[in-house]
């Protein structure tokens, strides 16, 4: 069964480092989503790919932040620099969906997640 | 604006009983989709289950069942004779109908702890 793929799944870094996390989503999947989960609380979306453009990063710190998907596959998301308060589950997610056709059984499929932890 | 409510954050039932996780929703939307996720130790979301907001009739997949009323706008979830496998958080959460809406809004989710 294919699956969304993710590495590394644990990242210990010092703050003020930069960290990326890469993202290799189900084949054939042209949206790619990354979610930010803190612990005690609920995924919430960073950013959201439409195969290589950016569709919604409205929640994403762009100060710190950055998500590329250049080839409208695989994908990246940095931080630089890490802050204390990035500490968290980093969850890929990929679906069917494409832009201008609606269904409702498009899943997003999670991937295993990056635990970071900041020091 | 959405959101969705998980009041319980912690559940502990002794094996083989029923228990019952609560999700309450709120949108502004008329076409919306309910999903339930759960999230073992290891980490990953696992798919249980979507229903559109169109259809309220009550699901059932072998010892889980959902209840859906819009009238309470609440989308429970029950596990029948526990497992200690059911161990896990469990996420309810919220989708809007329509292009450029598939972003979910997940609840704070309920930690389940089957006892043995």
């Known amino acids: 069964e294919a699956e969304v793929a993710q590495s590394p799944r644990y990242k210990i870094t010092e703050k003020s480092q930069a960290v990326a996390f890469w993202c290799d989503p189900i084949?054939?999947?042209?949206?790619l989503y990354w979610y930010r989960q803190i612990l005690g609380q609920g995924p919430e979306l960073l950013v959201q790919?439409?195969?290589?453009?950016?569709?919604?990063d409205s929640q994403l710190p762009k100060d710190r932040f950055s998500a590329e998907r250049l080839k409208g596959v695989d994908s990246t998301l940095k931080i630089q620099p890490a802050e204390l308060g990035d500490s968290a589950m980093y969850l890929c997610?990929?679906?069917?969906?494409?832009?201008?056709?609606?269904?409702?059984?498009?899943?997003?499929?999670f991937g295993p997640g990056t635990r970071l932890t900041v020091t | 604006a959405q959101k969705v409510t998980q009041a319980q954050t912690e559940i502990s039932v002794v094996e083989k009983e029923d228990v019952t996780l609560d999700c309450v929703y709120e949108?502004?939307?008329?076409?919306?989709?309910l999903f339930w996720y759960k999230q073992p130790p290891s980490g990953e979301l696992v798919f249980l289950i979507r229903?559109?907001?169109?259809?309220?009739q009550n699901e059932i997949s072998g010892r889980y069942s959902w209840n859906f009323q819009k009238s309470t706008s609440s989308f429970n979830f029950t596990i029948t004779a526990s497992q200690v496998v059911d161990s896990a958080v469990y996420f309810c959460?919220?989708?809007?109908?329509?292009?450029?809406?598939?972003?979910?809004?997940f609840g704070t989710g309920t930690r389940l702890t089957i006892i043995p």
């Open positions: 997610a990929s679906s069917l969906a494409l832009a201008g056709v609606w269904s409702e059984s498009y899943e997003q499929y």
């Open positions: 084949s054939g999947h042209a949206t």
């Open positions: 790919f439409q195969d290589e453009s950016v569709v919604d």
């Open positions: 949108t502004r939307d008329t076409t919306y989709y």
């Open positions: 229903r559109n907001s169109f259809d309220e």
């Open positions: 959460a919220l989708r809007g109908g329509g292009f450029g809406n598939e972003k979910l809004t």
